[in-house]
T-cell receptor, first 116, second 111 residues
Framework: EPEVTQTPSHQVTQMGQEVILRCVPI?????FYWYRQILGQKVEFLVS????????KSEIFDDQFSVERPDGSNFTLKIRSTKLEDSAMYFC??????????????FGPGTRLTVT | LAKTTQPISMDSYEGQEVNITCSHN???????ITWYQQFPSQGPRFIIQ???TKVTNEVASLFIPADRKSSTLSLPRVSLSDTAVYYC????????????FGKGTRLSVIA
C-alpha cells in the first residue's frame, strides 16, 4: 500500500532558528496538507495546497510559515523563526481526487519538532 | 461545519464489541460522516465513511439512523492493538476544505 513519508522523524532546534520539515506524498495524489498536534491536544489544520498554490490556511499559519513543492515529489513546511510554542508533532497528509476522496486523507508518520 | 460530540474515553476487554456513538445534530444534507483512528505518536488513519444506513468494511461498521443526527462506529471483537483515539468528523465532500478534528474518544482495550 502506498504511504506518505516524512523526514526527519524528530527535529530539535533552538528558538529563533529556521526548520524545514519534509514530506513525500503518495505519487498520484494532488491535494496536500499540513496539520500539527501539540502534545495531548487536538490535531489542528495548518494549510492546504493544490496546483502549486495554497488553497486554505488557518490562523496558526502566519508569516513565519511557508510551504513549497519544489520538485514535484517533495512537499515542505518551513518555519522561519521557531518559537517555543511551535513544539508539536507535524503531520503531512494528501488525498486523491474524485468520489469520497476528500475525506479519505492519508497521513504521514509525523515529525516531532522540539524547540528549546 | 457540523459540531460533533463523542465520549471522551471508553474501556473495553479484549474480544468484546465496542460501539462509539457520535452526535451531530446540525448535520447538513450534503454532509458525510467519517471516522479516523489515531495510535499514539502516529498520524490519523481513515477507517470508514458513510452517508446513511449501514456501511461495513474489513475494519469496522458504521450505523447511521434515518435522521442522521448521530452515528455509531462498531468495532467487532477488539484486541489490545485497537487501543487508540477515534475521531468522528462530519462534512461535505466538495472543494478542498480541510479535516476538522475534535478531541475524539480514547479507547483503551484491556486484556
Amino acid at each position: 500500500e502506498p504511504e506518505v513519508t516524512q523526514t526527519p522523524s524528530h527535529q530539535v532546534t533552538q528558538m529563533g532558528q529556521e526548520v524545514i520539515l519534509r514530506c513525500v506524498p503518495i505519487s498520484n495524489h494532488l491535494y496536500f496538507y499540513w496539520y500539527r498536534q501539540i502534545l495531548g491536544q487536538k490535531v489542528e489544520f495548518l494549510v492546504s495546497f493544490y496546483n502549486n498554490e495554497i488553497s486554505e490556511k488557518s490562523e496558526i499559519f502566519d508569516d513565519q510559515f511557508s510551504v513549497e513543492r519544489p520538485d514535484g515529489s517533495n512537499f515542505t513546511l518551513k518555519i522561519r523563526s521557531t518559537k517555543l510554542e511551535d513544539s508539536a508533532m507535524y503531520f503531512c497528509a494528501c488525498r486523491g481526487t474524485g468520489g469520497n476522496a476528500r475525506y479519505e486523507q492519508y497521513f504521514g508518520p509525523g515529525t516531532r519538532l522540539t524547540v528549546t | 461545519l457540523a459540531k460533533t460530540t463523542q465520549p471522551i474515553s471508553m474501556d473495553s476487554y479484549e474480544g468484546q464489541e465496542v460501539n462509539i456513538t457520535c452526535s451531530h445534530n446540525n448535520i447538513a444534507t450534503n454532509d458525510y460522516i467519517t471516522w479516523y483512528q489515531q495510535f499514539p505518536s502516529q498520524g490519523p488513519r481513515f477507517i470508514i465513511q458513510g452517508y446513511k444506513t449501514k456501511v461495513t468494511n474489513e475494519v469496522a461498521s458504521l450505523f447511521i439512523p434515518a435522521d442522521r443526527k448521530s452515528s455509531t462506529l462498531s468495532l467487532p471483537r477488539v484486541s489490545l492493538s485497537d487501543t487508540a483515539v477515534y475521531y468522528c468528523l462530519v462534512g461535505d465532500n466538495s472543494g478542498n476544505t480541510p479535516l476538522v478534528f475534535g478531541k475524539g474518544t480514547r479507547l483503551s482495550v484491556i486484556a
